[in-house]
């Protein structure tokens, strides 16, 4: 058991500028028409994490077993709390400067569309969409990027890889992608009188990983997080000690933002949050081909094939971390990635708390990574600390056979029945049932997403809908006439009734342990 004490708050205004012209000519055959789109938006957004501090008390403090024993059986968190002893290993911040953003982008789109009927039988629907999503700005310019190949000095050692910041001349942290041109086609063919075909393709782009978002992507400098070191166990690691009880949790001082002050040096020692300078945007493919045949009575039947290709998507849940050890990285070193080795970044790094402070040697996996000089700590693939919160990685492909059977108004009678059978395959399952099973919904290997590439966990590969509805024959100029109020209280009713089958979505396949160590995936899922 543990208590906690501790108050989180979110403000998220939101104001939205949209402004579109659109000019519409008519040329013989022809129906052209030309446009563009303009939106600015506008984010002002602040959570903090624990802007009145985040305490955390386990029974250890107050337990006569001691740590190995857990406090099983004696000791209690709130008499902890009663004494100001907090828990050894606290699971967050315990004091929060956060920052509110008033952050900003623009969107800008240019486009053409030509709708041309060659003959009475044919329409050609062709069109250009180009999409331009400049990057986003700060009121304050309080924004960063990571820069990989930046290279500085840092108490006489040597690094690459840091921090960069906006200013007057570069409020925006981002390089716009000037090359989105989104062609759309389509057409449609009467084959016979009551007989049509019908197909299309598409591209579109967006939303972009450089939109406005909240600040804790990519502005560590203006953020600062405090750790209360409340107990530790004594010497023999059997009891907990108190170290900074709670009247007195912070003697050092709240840690304040460095505020860009340290340069490409900033957090160096700890982790760094960013979205890449350079990243492309969301692309869709969409594609159809498909019929529709009227039938006698109002009955018409259509049948297409529906697909869809995502390409450069973001991941839901997961952030790739430069710093992870690929599987192949890993299996090369095995036993060696404990081996004790020199650490060279000792002098740069001066936060106390920061992971690897004062070290003079670390596992060998520390070195294996790109940015040594970054760490949270141990990560799920033995590295961490620079996360990439604006992957692109993610990719998609949908097919489907989609049917429709539909009778017209007859006798007061409509019917509609949808058929979807298809499939949906991903190598992002942080879907809504990502963690089903236990499964963390963590890619084994970020370097190599071929490992997850397989059924959505989002993928309902059959769907049946039935529709049915009556207008009932009472009312004004109907089989039971009324009128006054009677027609107005009892007349102009319909009753309908909708049926929906379909297959469940796939359950993720859990890891091999309750601590899934390097995302580790069972090969054999046995009969169940």
């Given at each position: 058991d543990r208590d906690v004490t501790g108050v989180q708050t979110c403000a998220l205004p939101i104001s939205n500028y949209d402004f579109s012209a659109t000019l519409n000519k008519v040329l013989g055959r022809h129906s052209l028409s030309f446009g563009w789109d303009f939106q600015k938006q506008f984010l002002n957004v602040g959570q903090t994490l624990t802007p009145d501090g985040y305490y955390e008390f386990n029974p250890d403090a107050t337990s006569n077993n001691g740590v190995a024993g857990g406090g099983a059986g004696n000791g209690d968190a709130f008499a902890s709390f009663l004494m100001g002893v907090g828990s050894f290993n606290q699971n967050q911040p315990n004091w929060t400067t956060d920052i509110f953003g008033a952050n900003s982008n623009p969107y800008s789109a240019l486009f053409i569309q030509d709708d041309w009927h060659p003959t009475a039988a044919l329409t050609i629907n062709a069109g250009l969409r180009w999409d331009?999503?400049?990057g986003a700005t700060e009121r304050f310019n309080r924004m960063e990027y990571f820069d990989p190949t930046v290279a500085y000095s840092l108490n006489g050692v040597s690094l690459t890889g840091g921090e960069v910041f906006s200013n007057g001349s570069n409020r925006s942290p981002y390089v716009t992608n000037w090359h989105n041109f989104a062609p759309r086609l389509g057409l449609t063919y009467r084959i016979l009188k009551n007989a049509v075909i019908r197909g299309g393709f598409g591209i579109s782009y967006g939303p972009s990983v450089h939109m406005a978002s909240i600040n804790q992507f990519n502005d560590d400098s203006y953020l600062a997080e405090t750790t209360w070191l409340g107990s530790?166990?004594?010497?023999?690691?059997?009891?907990?000690?108190?170290?900074?009880?709670?009247?007195?949790?912070?003697?050092?001082?709240i840690i304040q933002p460095t505020k860009g002050s340290l340069g490409t040096a900033t957090n160096v020692g700890i982790g760094v949050n960013f979205v890449p300078r350079h990243a492309p945007d969301m692309t869709t493919y969409n594609f159809n081909f498909?019929?529709?045949?009227?039938?006698?009575?109002?009955t018409v039947l259509s049948a297409a094939w529906v697909g869809s290709r995502g390409l450069r998507l973001t991941f839901g849940n997961n952030v790739p971390d430069l710093n992870a050890l690929s599987l192949q990285t890993l299996a090369q070193n095995q036993d060696s990635l404990l081996n004790m080795v020199p650490f060279p970044y000792t002098n740069a790094i001066t936060d106390p708390n920061a992971p690897w402070y004062g070290a003079t040697q670390v596992p060998q996996w520390v070195m294996l990574e790109k940015y040594p000089q970054f760490s949270f700590g141990i990560g799920n693939q033995g590295g961490s600390g620079v996360l990439d919160w604006g992957d692109t990685l993610g990719d998609s492909i949908y097919h489907s056979l989609q049917m429709k059977l539909e009778k017209r108004l007859t006798r007061g009678f409509t019917s509609l029945g949808s058929f979807?059978?298809?499939?949906?395959?991903?190598?992002?399952?942080?879907?809504s049932l990502a963690f089903s099973g236990n499964n963390y919904a963590a890619p084994q290997d970020f370097q190599n997403l071929n490992l997850e590439r397989g059924l959505?966990?989002?993928?309902?590969a059959l769907f049946f809908t039935w529709e049915l509805s009556y207008d009932l024959p009472i009312g004004a100029k109907?089989?039971?006439?009324?009128?006054?109020?009677?027609?107005?209280?009892?007349?102009?009713?319909?009753?309908s009734s909708v049926a929906t089958l379909g297959d469940g979505q796939p359950i993720a396949t859990p890891n091999g342990t309750l601590n899934p160590w390097f995302n580790q995936r069972p090969n054999i899922s046995g009969n169940c």
């Open positions: 331009v999503f400049p530790m166990p004594d010497s023999s690691d059997t009891y907990l000690v108190p170290v900074n009880t709670l009247s007195n949790p912070f003697p050092n001082g498909g019929a529709q045949y009227q039938f006698p009575h109002e979807t059978w298809g499939k949906l395959i991903t190598n992002d399952n942080s879907g959505s966990t989002q993928d309902i109907r089989a039971v006439n009324l009128s006054g109020w009677t027609d107005w209280a009892l007349g102009g009713w319909t009753v």
